[in-house]
């Protein structure tokens, strides 16, 4: 990188830092570690001092807005040599592409120099009507008739055969010309952003049968009140050729456009006798030309952002499923339910391993309920069932009721119950994946076995799935496919480090997400397991081929080993920590790395001798660390083999059953949150259908999102607002009173 190059990319990170109320220094060293390949999470946890502490949504942000700096800059480099080429780089033009902050404004500067097809324009200027056209624009001819300059260029060897026609080519041209302006554009779409609307009205032909997009058959509303959520039902409806959707200006400000347009270009002069043509060029280059292309752009830019809000829900959705508490330790009975074909039976021991599986049959059409009943009560009597985890697909709320029977049969300490969500289940089960690690089991039991997994440890079983089909979205499959992934595989890698990894039970799904992991390492990870052992300290990663340096770096503090040769390797502390945290450990009580002293001694230690940031900072300085890496390493000493999922709520355990018939108003339940939405929440509260508390019911206080009081999972006391038992919906309300 040379000096401009240098100096350029300073103050691109300078420009993101302020942006994100960042530290330019810190900034530029955080741009640097991602530039070397290090990662997100990696960077978040080891290397604070470098980053002045920055989170992983600071350098996701940071990360994201470099990348677009850097993006902006190489095509304005790229625009900058065509338009150069074509020795039309003009001074004003250059200092416009440098102060453009847009991809947008780029584009709009070089559409006049772009390549163009063959237009109404180019066959005009073909003909010899530029000279007219250019009178047109001009707007300094002040005498005769525009026919009488028309005349001039008739020419039927070439096409023109009369004085209209020739101010119909000329007018083709200004009607381009005009739309190339970058200025007219801008403001165009300014106004279009302040003061359009979203139209949309039943499209012709179409028949919405089901009434699903009605409430859009006659629709207007401000652009500026469009929300997110709206605007990808407009655009599904859209796509499904349901609706006709559209922007449109109000009338009265249609109406002005044109006149508004000449004013913006200073083309309003009452003494021109091409005043007239040049008005009627504007407004064919407005509705032909400009107008179209900015509602495009204006409707692509308003589902970037919308589709921007509902993968940033989505993946906050997708983080707070994945880091549900595991519910470890315990036998798990696992059904899926089925009417033709019966429901699925799995059952899991403690460690997710299967034990057997089996279907019965107590629904439509074999009604074999007693039967089913005798099959359930001898598994949990044989096994010592603790749980059943019921997936909530089809026949899971009738399965639910034999679940309830049995448990009231069952002889004590009873089991309990949890309906799961089966959202992926079907595609893990079908998965190469899924045939790889259960190779005599057909697709069904693969499915069930997941089912029961997902209760034990919800993260480890849901890497295996597209977190697009886990099914606590809204619009997933319409937004940019793209984008979303990028930030579900972000959150995703995010989760998996968080929480850390058992480096000697870890699933291939679940390593290929740790930091410096990539699915070809992660693989031969799994073989050198399989042909060594157990790993025995995180030292012996070294060993495995393919795992260069770097990868170790990157990796080595998220794999944990519990029970192996150094009790380090049970927390988070990094390898390259372990002389300062032995170190540490002496100072503590004079105990070495082999055995970890008791947490009640690390928080005396705390407590006694780091009482505050000075002294905090003269133990970090001694032992050659940073402040916030000593912190660290201390929550480790105190807490290790800590899974941060253990001080969230665990999950509703049920014994009884509840219908939709049994609930009345006011009725007060708990219930598990099971998707977050821009309107509100959907709340399993135990009947077939989960209830819905809209947002003005979740607060007696003002609040903007659901997150503010909600997320996935959490357990809540919510009151039955009302029951619309003929379409299968519940209101509920999280104000008690």
Wanted: charged share 30%; proline share 6%.
């Amino acid at each position: 990188m040379n000096d401009k190059e240098d100096k350029d990319e300073k103050k691109i990170i300078q420009q993101a830092a302020t942006a994100l109320k960042l530290k330019a220094d810190s900034a530029y060293r955080a741009i640097e570690l991602l530039d070397e390949g290090a990662t997100i999470p990696f960077i978040a946890r080891y290397r604070k001092e470098v980053t002045g502490g920055m989170d992983e949504e600071q350098l996701r942000q940071l990360e994201k807005q470099v990348a677009y700096a850097r993006q902006l800059a190489e095509r304005k480099a790229t625009v900058r040599t065509t338009i150069e080429s074509q020795g039309k780089l003009t001074t004003t033009l250059q200092a416009a592409l440098e102060q453009a902050t847009t991809l947008q404004e780029v584009e709009d500067l070089y559409l006049p120099y772009r390549p163009k097809r063959r237009t109404r324009a180019t066959i005009a200027r073909e003909k010899g009507l530029a000279p007219l056209a250019e009178m047109m624009l001009s707007q300094k001819t002040y005498r005769g008739k525009p026919t009488e300059y028309a005349t001039k260029l008739i020419d039927p060897t070439k096409g023109v055969n009369t004085a209209e026609e020739a101010l119909a080519g000329a007018r083709d041209i200004v009607a381009e010309q005009v739309s190339e302006n970058a200025e007219l554009r801008r403001w165009v779409r300014q106004l279009l952003n302040r003061q359009g609307n979203f139209t949309a009205t039943l499209a012709r032909g179409a028949k919405d049968e089901e009434g699903k997009y009605e409430q859009y058959h006659d629709y207007s509303e401000p652009l500026t009140k469009v929300p997110p959520h709206r605007l990808l039902a407009l655009n599904r409806g859209e796509k499904e050729g349901l609706l006709s959707v559209g922007v449109a200006l109000p009338p009265d400000l249609a109406e002005q456009l044109v006149t508004k347009s000449a004013e913006q270009l200073n083309l309003n002069d009452a003494r021109s006798i091409f005043r007239e043509e040049l008005q009627s060029a504007i407004a064919d280059s407005l509705k032909r030309l400009i107008l179209p292309s900015v509602v495009n752009e204006v409707r692509a830019a308003l589902t970037e952002e919308a589709d921007a809000h509902a993968i940033r829900l989505f993946a906050t959705n997708v983080r707070q499923l994945l880091l549900q508490p595991p519910l470890q330790g315990k036998v798990v009975l696992g059904l899926d339910p089925g009417f033709r074909t019966g429901c699925k039976v799995a059952l899991v021991d403690p460690t997710g391993k299967p034990i057997t599986s089996l279907n019965i049959y107590p629904h439509e059409p074999k009604r074999d309920w007693a039967g089913a009943k005798r099959t359930l009560l001898e598994l949990i009597r044989r096994y010592k069932v603790e749980v059943l985890a019921i997936g909530n697909g089809t026949a899971s709320r009738e399965t639910e009721a034999l679940v309830a029977e049995v448990i009231g049969e069952a002889p004590a300490p009873k089991p309990a119950y949890v309906i799961v969500s089966e959202a992926g289940a079907s595609v893990y089960s079908a998965s190469e994946l899924a045939r790889q690690e259960f190779p005599d089991l057909d697709a069904t039991q693969r499915g069930t076995i997941s089912i029961a997994r997902r209760l034990q440890d919800p993260l480890a079983e849901l890497v295996k799935i597209d977190p697009k089909s886990i099914g606590v979205g809204l619009y997933q499959h319409d937004v940019d496919q793209k984008g979303l992934s990028e930030a579900l595989d972000g959150v995703v890698e995010s989760c998996v480090n968080y929480v850390g990894v058992d480096l000697n039970t870890a699933s291939g799904a679940l390593l290929k997400y740790v930091s410096g992991i990539n699915k070809k390492v992660a693989e031969a990870v799994l073989v050198y397991r399989e042909s060594n052992g157990p790993f025995k300290s995180r030292a012996e990663l070294r060993k495995v081929p393919g795992l260069g340096p770097k990868a170790f770096e990157q990796a080595a503090g998220f794999l944990k080993i519990p029970g192996g040769t150094n009790p380090l390797d049970n927390t988070f502390i990094h390898p390259e920590s372990y002389p300062a945290a032995t170190k540490l450990l002496e100072l503590v009580g004079g105990i070495s790395s082999k055995r970890l002293p008791s947490p009640a001694l690390i928080k005396e230690f705390r407590s006694a001798t780091i009482r505050d940031e000075r002294k905090l900072h003269e133990v970090a300085q001694q032992l050659g660390l940073g402040s916030p890496t000593l912190r660290d390493i201390l929550d480790n000493l105190e807490k290790p083999g800590r899974d941060p999922r253990e001080e969230l709520p665990k999950p509703l355990l049920r014994q009884d059953v509840l219908k939709l018939e049994d609930l009345t108003p006011n009725m007060l339940l708990k219930g598990t949150v099971r998707n977050v939405v821009d309107f509100g929440a959907f709340v399993d509260i135990g009947v077939k259908q989960d209830g819905l508390v809209h947002i003005t019911e979740m607060s007696e206080r003002y609040i903007k999102h659901p997150f503010e009081v909600v997320s996935v999972g959490d357990v809540i006391d919510v009151r039955v607002l009302g029951i619309d038992a003929k379409r299968g919906r519940v209101s509920l309300s999280m104000k008690l009173k």
